[in-house]
């Protein structure tokens, strides 16, 4: 069973569309990330919700909502896509604490055209 | 926000020799965990050392803190080409979020 699986894997799209990628864990967890690794491999945190409420919201433009319709699931939708979008988007999740280990998905591997 | 730095950026040594990566952080913190990243893969939790231990083992992994340096360490023995990835550390902060080293890119050669 995947413990933090997220769709699609490969998201290629043109510049201005709008897109959805969407995350579910299973593993009971109440608190889910969505970072952004670039192509340097650095990880940024974008958000991040607990039990469903937006608890770390960092700087990212407004074109990128998400969304937790339950604990289990936080989606992300991005508007007006742009070349800068282009990267690698992951979701995690875990207990709420900094001591506490979190969970990663395998990735969306997002390539603007 | 990146507050870590691992050093070196990329290594790359013999299967069966150890490979040391180092972190260094800005802040105090409460504690520090280390991730692997395989090529094409998420993130996984290797080990987590709180800001009162100083050492921590786990199979080949060998894990140091040093609190007055800011800085921690990552000793894998006996490497292997499955250890080829990414290594990366975190570190806890006020907000619940992890701050990301840049990672080390190690290479393991058969």
């Known amino acids: 069973d995947t413990a933090v699986s997220q769709t699609p894997k490969y998201l290629v799209t043109q510049m201005g569309n709008d897109k959805s990628i969407k995350c579910e864990q299973n593993l009971g967890h109440d608190t889910m990330y969505w970072y952004k690794q670039d192509s340097k491999k650095f990880l940024k945190i974008m958000f991040s919700?607990?039990?469903?409420?937006?608890?770390i919201n960092e700087t990212v433009p407004n074109r990128f909502s998400p969304k937790s319709p339950d604990k289990a699931h936080l989606n992300l939708h991005i508007n007006s896509l742009e070349l800068g979008d282009s990267a690698v988007y992951f979701c995690a999740s875990s207990q709420l604490g900094g001591n506490q280990p979190q969970h990663f998905g395998d990735g969306t591997r997002l390539s603007i055209l | 926000s990146q507050q870590g730095e691992e050093d070196p950026q990329a290594l790359s040594i013999q299967e069966g020799e150890n490979a040391t990566m180092n972190c260094s952080y800005k802040?105090?913190?409460?504690?520090l965990q280390w991730y692997r990243q395989n090529s094409g893969r998420g993130l996984v939790h290797l080990i987590l050392i709180r800001s009162n231990e100083r050492e921590k083992h786990s199979g080949r992994l060998r894990v140091t803190l040093d609190t007055s340096k800011k800085s921690s360490s990552l000793l894998i023995t006996a490497s292997r080409a499955a250890d080829t990835a990414s290594y990366f550390c975190?570190?806890?902060?006020?907000?619940?979020?992890?701050?990301w080293g840049a990672g080390t890119k190690l290479i393991i050669k058969p």
């Open positions: 975190a570190t806890d902060s006020s907000n619940y979020q992890l701050i």
């Open positions: 802040t105090s913190i409460n504690n």
């Open positions: 919700y607990n039990n469903k409420e937006l608890i």
